[in-house]
């Protein structure tokens, strides 16, 4: 039996880990600014470079023990385990390599949102911020690896890059291309942003692009004044109001229906014209009384007085007689 249970959380510890780790590859650079003159500032409301990571996954994934690196480190085959190895490294080399500590909130991304991480030097200020900083007068690039030592992506910052501009993906957490099971820069993808228009807005910690829904896009094209919509929304509304008056028309009607029969059901029932069986000198009062109860009893009628039985009494009879109710004296033999 310990077997057996020593196997099952064995086997959900695996698949946990494994969904874990498969969160991380998720986790993309989306947009960074190596230059920060007047544009996001950090919680203490200064201005450093900051670099945008995407969650392009659809679960939470933290971000605890991961490291974001400017530059490749050549882990060892053999020898320290790689958590061990980057930890050390970065201990070493603070100024090139950061470890993302554990046990902090803004580390945690949600599904589909960003994290930003500030470029100033300073760890002291926070879990989101790396420890070394950012020379934007030449190229500098961004490496970011898992604790297993994966790496899960890259990305090339050009050298001088104009003030409160930004280098960004065109589109949010797009999928890089892999060789040798390690993830490749592509250029293409990414591009310069000035924030002059919407489409090259610099959005820390929001979407580069957004999302455009193609049947609102066509009912603007089509329908300019709204007119369309206006009459479809309104036929659905006079649609599902005459549904409902249905319904309830047809269930008023059925409740009808049924009381109407539960009353002819609890009607008391008619007593029948009995024909006489009897002549008037046969019938005694014993069998009148227990027609009577009878009726009563099982008809829920009544001659008179409601819960009154009456019948005129002739004669001393069985019902009536003293001697009847007494005791049988013992005989002496």
Not at 182 to 208: H, L, S, Y
Request: one cysteine or more; a negative charge; proline letters at 4%.
């Amino acid at each position: 039996m310990n077997r057996k249970v020593f196997l099952i959380i064995t086997i959900i510890a695996a698949t946990a880990l494994s969904s874990l780790a498969q969160g991380r590859k998720e986790l993309r650079f989306n947009e960074v600014m190596t230059v920060n003159d007047s544009s996001y500032i950090d919680q203490y409301g200064r201005h450093d470079a900051w670099v945008e990571i995407f969650n392009s996954s659809y679960g939470t994934v933290g971000m605890e023990q991961m490291f974001v690196t400017n530059q490749l480190i050549d882990i060892p085959q053999d020898g320290p385990k790689p958590k061990d190895f980057l930890s050390d490294y970065s201990q070493k080399h603070p100024d090139v390599c950061y470890e993302i500590p554990r046990g902090d909130k803004d580390t945690k991304v949600a599904p589909r949102t960003h994290v930003v991480f500030f470029a100033d030097g300073n760890t002291a200020a926070g879990a989101t911020h790396l420890s070394y900083k950012l020379d934007a007068s030449r190229e500098n690039t961004l490496y970011l690896y898992d604790v297993n030592g994966d790496l899960v992506d890259m990305v090339v910052i050009p050298a001088n890059l104009p003030a409160d501009h930004s280098y960004a993906l065109a589109q949010d957490g797009e999928s890089h291309s892999v060789a040798d099971g390690k993830p490749q820069f592509d250029a293409q993808a990414w591009g310069e942003r000035n924030g002059a228009t919407d489409e090259v807005a610099i959005t820390p910690g929001k979407f580069n692009k957004g999302v455009v829904n193609e049947n609102i896009e066509k009912f603007a094209k089509e329908d300019p004044r709204g007119g369309i919509i206006s009459v479809v929304a309104m036929g659905i509304v006079f649609s599902a109001l005459l549904m409902l008056f249905i319904l309830f028309f047809l269930f008023g009607q059925a409740n009808k229906a049924a009381g109407k029969k539960q009353d002819t059901d609890s009607e008391p029932a008619k007593l029948a014209d009995v024909p006489a069986t009897t002549t008037e000198g046969q019938a005694d009062d014993e069998v009148m009384a227990a027609i009577c109860f009878a009726l009563y009893q099982h008809l829920n009628a009544h001659d008179q007085e409601s819960g009154v039985l009456t019948f005129d009494r002739n004669a001393n009879t069985a019902w009536s007689a003293k001697s009847s109710l007494m005791r049988e004296l013992p005989q002496r033999r």
